[in-house]
């Protein structure tokens, strides 16, 4: 528990807009537009149409409508682009990485029976759920908003140095304590002026799940699923951010200051998900899902590293040094919200019919304030708690895809709305539109699907050091994703 009380130090340092781990919560608990093709191209909205390994992690009862059973795999292509804003400086980024985003076999076993249940469906599979690749640059220059000074101010409240941050400094010449007046100070002591202050962050990782899902089909009129879920989380993150002054003291000799930061996380955790689809009509199907909060136990990797360039003498000579602190190695656990999940979908036409077609709907309700962590110190897990409820609220996600179905090939579009999970007070919108198409061709024994989506969220924050001025993100992740499946 003393890595998050001596980690928040740290890493509030840098970002205070809102605490950091109130921030990794949400991250934990969102989802993306990802899994099959199929799934992709409808903008996800197959929650009342099923026939889609990807159902399994939404509404397993979409696993009910298989009639044979598959393989498939789903290799994809991602890139993104984050461009930022800090006072007046526009900046972008750009990062592609290639990964699998499902990959599932599924037994779907007949009765033969004329009444009652007609068929039951047994398959295991993973599905990527979340994507944390990303990087982002951002620069600007406060005036007398040096970092420096909040390790000082910080040191001098808790009447000694912290370890990850201002220790380091210390060594590094950057910052001094004086006896005799028993205070902290640091290089600037008061002088600075304007500086250029910037922040590389490069991340990575993501969340998959692996399905083991059960179903069956009674009548062709109800559909029942069942999926224990296994999601798995990787985290990777290495930051750099840099101090350089432009307007400053000459007597105080720094010419830059760095400070790296470098955090691995890793977790396990298991959730249960129900689902229903009932068929009042042939060309109509209405369902209904709930997902358990998902239970992780996580494990974390922290270490940071100062850097700094002073000159040492009149004669111009360069000084310099620097300071990497010991691994802090940690573990605590999360839970995310539940959620309820209400599909609807019109169909037309079979797969007789040469031109055929559906439209779905799905609505998601998640309530982001009861995200939980726990661990060993009750009364600070208590605060982290509390800044989680003061930080969010209820969110609602809304689906629509639709399918038109020509001969052997399928023609699909789809979006997805996710509104703002922050309380109106805080000034952040972070709502998430995507937008996808797709198409696929299919033969008795074999598939093929294509799906592009493009997603676009914003967000806030503000370095610690300079609250006032605050940093405008626009993240826009872009998906190319195919699926190869064979049916037997």
């Known amino acids: 528990m003393r890595k998050i009380l001596l980690s928040i130090v740290a890493m509030l340092s840098i970002c205070g807009l809102r605490a950091q781990y109130a921030s990794e919560a949400l991250n934990y608990s969102q989802t993306d537009l990802l899994g099959s093709a199929a799934f992709v191209g409808r903008g996800g909205a197959i929650g009342a149409l099923g026939a889609d390994f990807t159902a399994a992690s939404y509404n397993p009862a979409g696993l009910g409508l298989f009639y044979s059973s598959q393989i498939a795999i789903t290799p994809s292509w991602e890139w993104n682009i984050s461009d930022a804003n800090y006072m007046g400086n526009s900046t972008s980024e750009q990062r592609t990485i290639f990964a699998f985003t499902n990959a599932n076999y599924l037994f779907a076993f007949k009765t033969n029976n004329p009444e009652g249940w007609k068929a039951f469906q047994f398959g295991v599979g993973v599905n990527k759920l979340r994507s944390f690749n990303n ?180 004669s111009q000579n360069i000084y310099r040094k620097s300071e990497a602190s010991s691994y802090g190695l940690y573990t605590y656990n999360f839970s995310t919200p539940l959620k309820l999940l209400a599909n609807a979908a019109v169909t037309f036409g079979d797969m007789s019919s040469k031109m055929a077609g559906s439209l779905s709907f799905d609505y998601e309700y998640t309530n982001y304030r009861s995200m939980r962590f726990s661990s060993g110190d009750p009364d600070y897990m208590r605060q982290v708690n509390n800044e989680i409820k003061d930080t969010y609220k209820a969110s609602h996600t809304f689906r629509v895809g ?56 914003k967000d806030k924050l503000s370095f610690y050091a300079n609250p006032n001025d605050p940093i405008e993100i626009t993240n826009y992740r872009n998906v190319l994703i195919l699926t190869l499946g064979m049916k037997f």
């Open 402 to 457: 639709g399918t038109l179905n020509v001969k052997k090939f399928s023609f699909r579009a789809g979006a997805v709305y996710s509104t703002n999970p922050y309380k109106e007070e805080l000034d952040i919108d972070a709502s998430k539109m995507s937008l996808a198409c797709g198409v696929g061709y299919q033969t008795r024994q074999w598939f093929v699907d294509l799906a592009y989506a493009h997603t676009e969220q």
């Open 135 to 314: 990087r982002s640059y951002v620069e600007g220059n406060p005036i007398n908003s040096s970092l420096l000074n909040v390790w000082t101010d910080d040191a001098n409240y808790y009447g000694e140095y912290e370890r990850f941050t201002s220790l380091l400094a210390k060594t590094c010449g950057l910052m001094s304590y004086d006896s005799v007046s028993n205070t902290f100070t640091d290089i600037f002591n008061g002088n600075v002026q304007k500086l250029r202050q910037s922040r590389y962050l490069v991340e990575s990782g993501g969340i998959s799940e692996m399905a083991v899902s059960f179903s069956g089909n009674y009548e062709d009129k109800l559909y029942l699923g069942a999926t224990m879920g296994v999601p798995f989380l990787s985290y990777r993150s290495s930051m750099l951010y840099s101090e350089q002054p432009i307007a400053v003291d000459t007597a105080i000799g720094l010419k830059e200051f760095d400070f790296m930061e470098s955090k691995n996380i890793d977790g396990g955790g298991i959730n249960l998900k129900l689902g229903a689809i009932y068929r009042p009509i042939d060309n109509i199907r209405l369902g209904v899902a709930f997902h358990t909060p998902t239970y992780y136990e996580i494990n974390e990797s922290y270490s940071t590293t100062v850097e700094s360039t002073i000159l040492a003498d009149a």
